[in-house]
């Protein structure tokens, strides 16, 4: 499924999710336990971050029970049982994952958020890592929160590997650049502005220059990421890319990108619809990058 939530500027809450994911294991189980996804469209609410998961599978879960969830918390009568503090939908779906033995909820004597907040959140975890193995996803996210950006996250698995991009968290005008020691970058032969330069300073701080996309680059620096070929295979690859902007923010702390700045261009880019959070990622440089490789059935985190 692929959907984009509207956005409404005068809300204190709003939430874009863009979603394209391939994932057969957890499809069988929701056509075995006849579980229907509910839309979601526009809410004033913030869903659930896959990087809040210990899995894809795990997040999906969330998001098909997040409208009831929202719901039975604002104690709308179409969804809330003020005895059982569950709803229809929700008692399905536990049920249903009980059944097939993968938690071990008991609504006769607990809710659901007290089971969630309990030993929910540990069996979710370790029952739903196996439903990732084969999975093709690329998740988009981005949250309006009382006025300011909220988390903005960018998640691409495939081939059993796994990108994660949390892009809220350097904007801030003192940030000091990241470590490139030991970190493997290929530099397209592009027309940057000083390329001898960028490649002296990977040298002189331990970074590796390679000129292959491998298992093991860590990013891909070029001039146009939204034209540049390879950035399109450094993608599918669950490779980061930068352009050499973006580049000097990360590393070296440029001071090009005020935090005014970076929350300006965040609302530039959510004003276009074709526009994500990668691309606010790979012109500015700005988040935290997390890459895992699926292994035994869970993601091992590099």
């Given at each position: 499924m692929k959907f984009r939530t509207d956005f409404v500027t005068n809300s204190s809450d709003s939430s874009f999710i863009?979603?394209?994911?391939?994932?057969?294991?957890?499809?069988?189980?929701?056509?075995?336990?006849?579980?229907?996804?509910v839309p979601v469209g526009y809410r004033e609410f913030a869903f659930p971050f896959v990087s809040h998961s210990s899995s894809i599978?795990?997040?999906?879960?969330?998001?098909?029970?997040?409208?009831?969830?929202?719901?039975?918390?604002?104690?709308?009568?179409?969804?809330?049982?003020?005895?059982?503090?569950?709803?229809?939908?929700?008692?399905?779906?536990?049920?249903?994952l009980k059944k097939e033995g993968l938690i071990s909820v008991d609504?006769?004597?607990?809710?659901?958020?007290?089971?969630?907040?309990?030993?929910?959140?540990r069996e979710l975890s370790t029952s739903f890592s196996a439903f990732d193995e084969g999975i093709d996803a690329e998740i988009d996210h981005a949250e309006f929160v009382?006025?300011?950006?909220?988390?903005?996250?960018?998640?691409?698995?495939?081939?059993?590997?796994?990108?994660?991009?949390?892009?809220?968290?350097?904007?801030?005008?003192?940030?000091k650049g990241e470590d490139i020691n030991g970190?493997?970058?290929v530099i397209a032969d592009d027309d940057f502005e000083d390329q001898d330069a960028l490649l002296d300073y990977i040298k002189e701080?331990?970074?590796?220059?390679?000129?292959?996309?491998?298992?093991?680059?860590?990013y891909y620096?070029?001039?146009?990421?939204e034209s540049d070929s390879r950035a399109a295979e450094a993608r599918e690859k669950c490779i980061p890319v930068l352009s050499e902007t973006a580049f000097a923010y990360r590393f070296l702390g440029s001071e090009q990108y005020s935090s005014f700045d970076l929350y300006?261009?965040?609302?530039?880019?959510?004003?276009?619809?074709?526009?994500?959070?990668?691309?606010?990622?790979e012109k500015t440089g700005c988040g935290k990058v997390e890459m895992a490789v699926y292994n035994n059935g869970r993601w091992d985190f590099q």
């Open positions: 863009t979603e394209n994911i391939h994932n057969p294991k957890f499809e069988r189980l929701k056509k075995k336990l006849n579980i229907q996804a599978s795990e997040w999906q879960l969330m998001m098909l029970l997040s409208k009831e969830w929202f719901s039975w918390m604002n104690d709308e009568a179409e969804y809330y049982d003020e005895d059982e503090g569950i709803s229809d939908y929700q008692r399905q779906i536990l049920e249903g609504l006769s004597e607990e809710s659901a958020s007290e089971w969630y907040n309990g030993r929910g959140a009382d006025g300011g950006w909220g988390p903005l996250e960018y998640v691409k698995a495939k081939n059993g590997r796994l990108l994660v991009i949390i892009a809220d968290e350097y904007f801030e005008d003192d940030y970190k493997e970058i701080n331990g970074g590796i220059v390679s000129e292959k996309l491998t298992d093991r680059t860590r620096v070029c001039a146009a990421p300006g261009l965040a609302f530039e880019i959510y004003g276009d619809t074709d526009k994500t959070v990668l691309q606010f990622f």
